[in-house]
């Protein structure tokens, strides 16, 4: 059936619906574990597109009269410096644009400082459906869900008056266990709009992309002119650190950095490694920011002799 506008006596684009939501909550809350059961799979941390503003988009949830592009921020937290507190404007600039957002609480934590404060800053967006998502459902008793529930539901009164939450939807992205409610929810706060996706996309670029331009840029402050054009930089793996405590993950990001000349690799390094730190530092800000978690920044600068004219160094460097 052809979509139909206004003009046509009919519904806004036939009745499809389209539009932007973003998942909040503290560390652990189960934000990425949703995305990726509400996308049916695993999907990249991904760049937006022109026309979506400069969020980050998580995923895409593609249905027959419905798309739901769920976007991702660097995580609300009560600010210890200056850049949490810019990475809390950018949350706020965010969620001052969707058109809806989904508070998520874990059904197996009671709820603690890091919660209201999150309850606290949404409060303060103003007229938003703010739905709660009781995530991790199925680590948790039907009794223990339920005082949740009403712990959650007690919560959004306090904040937002006695109306409370537009809604609230335990959910497990483990087991699927109303996955398919949550998008229903947050589908049915989408205006009426044509797809602002083609069919069957699910992300934009891939996380190890966006790493890699982050650090390329960090490494070409100040020395652009040198090397406009002959640094080309891989990341070889994103793998969580083995042995750490579901509170404290490291990821270890191992990168390779790749100049056609010795002297590139010097300039790169500078005297006694100290330009190479400075790349390390900068990058790690952003890529934190990006993934989300602490990393591990490991950086390695190879020469390539010529790779820019050499087709298979340019197959290899990902070209």
Sequence with gaps: MSKQNKADGGEPFGGYHAGFSVLVGRPNAGKSTLTNALVGKKVAITSAKPQTTRHTIRGIVHRD?????????PGLHRPRTLLGKRLNDLVADTLAE?????????????????????AAQLAAVGRKPIIALVTKADLVDRQALTEQLLAVAALGREVLGEEGWKDIVPVSATDGFQVGTV???????????PPLYPDGELT????AVMVAELIREAALEGVRDELPHSLAVVVDEIVPREGRAEDNQLLDVRVNLYVERPSQKAIIIGKGGSRLRDVGTNARKGIEALLGTRIYLDLHVKVAKDWQR????LVKLGF
């Design 183 to 193: 998008a229903d929810v947050l589908i049915s706060h989408m205006p009426p709009s």
């Design 65 to 73: 009269d419905a798309q739901l592009i769920l976007v991702d921020t």
């Design 204 to 207: 934009d670029e891939p996380e």
């Design 98 to 118: 969707v058109d809806a957002i989904g508070f998520c609480l874990p059904a197996n934590e009671k709820i603690g400082p890091g919660d209201k404060f999150i």
């Design 310 to 313: 050499d087709p298979k160094q």
